[in-house]
Structures are given as C-alpha cells and as structure tokens.
C-alpha cells in the first residue's frame, strides 16, 4: 500500500501532447480474472493484468483462501484454482488496502462458503460503507457483523449451502450486483438479480466464459434480470486483459485540452457499460476516433487517436451515468475548458467514492481559478472558451487516485503549475501513470 509519507508533484505542459502509448490493464477484469480463475479447477493464465494495489490486494486474498497465484517470468500470472466450494479458512485478516472492488466482491464469494473472514483496509476504504452488499448476502444467510454505519473492519460468516435470492438493485450498482452473483455461485438453485439500469458487465461475461449457467433478460423498460445456477463447475480460461478505459480517459482528455497535441492509445477495453466518457467527449465536439476494433475475450477493443479540440458546454445525459462514473472526475476538467456551460446531474454516487467526489473537485476546481456551482447531485461548470485556467494552487488530493490524476491534467492546461499534495494514491489504479504522462511531454517536478 502507498506509504505514510505523501509523494507530491508539479504538473505543466510546455507544449503539445504527442505519442503512442499504453495504459495498465482494465482494473475491473484484472479483478475478476483472479477471482473467477481462483474457483476454477486447473491452471488459468493472465496476461495484461494490472500490477496495481488494488489488483494485488485481491490476489493476496484468494491465496489466504487457498489458491495459488504466481507471476511468470514472461509478465503473465499463473492461477492453480481451489474449485467453487473449495474456499479454505483464511488464518488472518483480508487487507483490502483503498479497494472497494475487492471488498465487496470477496464478501460476495466468502458468503456462500463455509467459512468466516474479516476484512481490512486503509483509512479512506474504511469510511466508505458497504450496507449495500450487506443486505442481499445478509438475505442469502451470511452473518455479517461491521463496525458502525456498515464499514469496515467487518467480518462474514458464510453460510452452506446458503440460501438463493430474487434482489432487486435499489440503486444500480456493478459491485453490488457482481457480489450477489459470485455468492450464487456456490449457491443451489437459481439466484437472480434485476438491476433497474444496466451497470458494467464484466462479471456476466466473465462468468459465462469460465462456464457459469447464466443468463439476462431484458424487460422493455431498460431493466435487466440476470439469473445464476449455482454449484458450478469452472473451468479454467486464458484471458488477455484490455487496457482500462478508465486509466486512458486521463491522457485522452490531456490530449483533447493541450493545444497541438496527438495521442493514440493502444489497446484500450471499449465495453459499452464503461466506455461512455467517449461517447460524452465526442457530443462535446472532441476528435476521438477508435481504430483497430476488434474482440479480445469477449470484450471489445481498439487504440484511441485523439487531437486537441474546442469542446463546447453539454448537459450530460444521466442515463449514461452508470458506465462513466469513475470518470467523471476528468470530465469535470474538461467541462472547466470547453465553451460555454456544463451541468452534471445524477452523481449521488460521487459522493461514496474513495472521497467525496463533488465536494472534492469543486473545492479543487475553483483553487485553480475554474467556475463551478456545486449541486447536491452534481456540478455546474462555465468553462474557459479553450483559455488556460490561472492555476497555482496546490490540490488535497484526498488520497483519491482519480481525482490526484485529474488535477493533473488540470496543470497541463494552466498558466501556472498545479501541485498535487500526493499522486502516492495513483499506484492503486495507474502504476506508472507520472512516466507516461512525462514521455508524452507533460513536465513533472
């Protein structure tokens, strides 16, 4: 885990963006590639898996429960899977370090085993509260005991065979619905979950490429009802993992800001449950092209070329919410550049993340000389025309990894340098995030 002493940086740009580069592999398969290779029986092989601490968190987790994980020689991981079922009692606690994913995934798993674990993490993942999952996997027959307000430490007893559910989402949620389904793996009978609006898929896909009976079904209004049969039988799967889109939205809107610049970005995971800050950037007049598409794993994928671009004020759509909510940290920055005005709407979940992401970059945002109202559930933003923002100021990052990396490319595109108070964070999700941005010409002091 990132250390005590903070890592601050100065972030400029002396001139355009330019280059062709990668990023880190998409944190959400990276996570689920382990866990589902762990249930399996036999060898599984990844490639491309993010080496960040989240990812390693829930590696370090699936080995105290058993299976065995190691890192080739050749960059690929080699998974020896316990089998559904087969989870062993961990001898100490699970230390989630800042990984909301991990936890609430893992509870989901832990919940239909026999078996109990108590789970950790640092000071921000400890005030973000995880009542959501406690619920359906309470529903299913695990004992779940947390400290006050439903955070952590908490500690699950599963339950043997536990009990399948029919759980409507109350609000759309990946980790939540990924927890509900992962319990139902070693559940008997059918469990099923209905989410009202279709949040990221990975899980489903995942799920059904290690040989999961799973099925969705869409009603006419937009919800999905996906159904599980439990006590499965996995087997085990070679996945390349794409780069995460949620790591490329940051030198892509570098990129689109920085007068002059041209940046491709190779290899870049373009689900349309996550790729919708694209979608978004492009309403706002942005030259985003994808080319090389293509399938990897059932995913789709293609390099991103993006030129520097007069974007202009939207209002964006809240039905896109759900597959760029991690995203909307650097669309704020971008929205403070465009012309005219931005309204964000929608964002109750911001404000759980790892901090409260409207409070968090509005503060931010005005420090650097930006205009922006903050709304209970979003932000209003009068962009700059294109201007560069007065900057100067140095940010409190929070120990949020995105809005560390958001403020940064804020500095690229103001009159004076932005410091950030620590990009320590950064290495949950973006290891090497400070290089790639240096080898395409952004200055870091």
């Not at 078996?115 to 950790?120: E, L, M």
């Not at 922006?372 to 929070?398: C, M, N, W």
Request: charged fraction near 20%; proline fraction near 7%; glycine fraction near 12%.
């Amino acid at each position: 885990m990132h250390g005590p002493h903070p890592s601050p940086a100065r972030f400029s740009a002396p001139g355009p963006l330019r280059g062709t580069t990668g990023v880190p592999g998409d944190k959400s398969i990276s996570h689920r590639s382990l866990m589902l290779s762990a249930l399996a029986i036999g060898e599984s092989r990844v490639e491309g898996l993010l080496e960040g601490e989240d990812v390693l968190a829930t590696a370090a987790a699936m080995r105290a429960m058993g299976a065995t994980i190691e890192r080739g020689a050749d960059d690929a991981w080699r998974i020896h899977g316990v089998g559904v079922g087969g989870l062993l009692q961990p001898q100490g606690a699970l230390d989630m370090g800042n990984s909301g994913t991990s936890t609430r995934l893992l509870m989901g798993l832990v919940a239909s085993h026999a078996i109990t674990a108590t789970f950790t993490g640092d000071a921000s993942l400890s005030k973000r509260p995880m009542g959501r999952v406690i619920e359906p996997l309470g529903l299913m027959g695990a004992e779940i005991s947390a400290s006050p307000g439903g955070r952590l430490p908490l500690m699950v007893r599963g339950l043997c065979p536990a009990v399948p559910i029919d759980y409507r989402l109350p609000v759309a949620s990946a980790q939540v619905k990924s927890a509900i389904l992962l319990a139902g793996l070693n559940t008997p009978g059918i469990t099923r979950v209905v989410e009202p609006i279709a949040t990221r898929d990975h899980s489903e896909r995942m799920l059904r490429g290690f040989g999961a009976e799973l099925t969705v079904e869409e009603d006419g209004a937009g919800a999905r009802l996906i159904s599980i049969r439990g006590e499965a039988d996995l087997r085990p799967q070679h996945i390349v993992v794409p780069g995460d889109p949620s790591s490329a939205a940051f030198p892509v809107v570098a990129a689109l800001l920085v007068p002059g610049s041209e940046v491709t970005v190779t290899n870049v995971g373009l689900n349309p449950t996550r790729a919708a800050l694209f979608d978004v950037l492009r309403m706002m007049g942005g030259d985003i092209v994808f080319a090389n598409q293509r399938e990897v794993g059932g995913e789709p994928v293609a390099d991103i070329v993006v030129r520097h671009s007069v974007l202009k004020g939207i209002e964006t759509p809240v039905e896109t919410v759900a597959s760029m909510v991690d995203e909307y940290p650097i669309l704020f920055v971008a929205a403070a550049l465009a012309e005219g005005r931005t309204v964000a709407r929608g964002l109750e979940e911001l404000r759980v993340k790892e901090s409260d992401r409207i409070a968090v970059m509005a503060e931010g945002l005005r420090a650097i000389g930006a205009r922006v109202e903050e709304l209970e559930d979003g932000l209003i933003i009068d962009g700059t025309g294109g201007d560069k923002l007065p900057g100067g100021a140095t940010i409190a990052a929070r120990l949020d990894h995105r809005i560390a990396m958001s403020f940064a490319v804020a500095g690229l595109v103001s009159s004076a340098p932005v410091t950030i108070d620590d990009m320590g964070p950064v290495a949950t999700s973006f290891p090497g995030f400070t290089g790639l941005m240096t080898a395409l010409g952004a200055e870091v002091a």
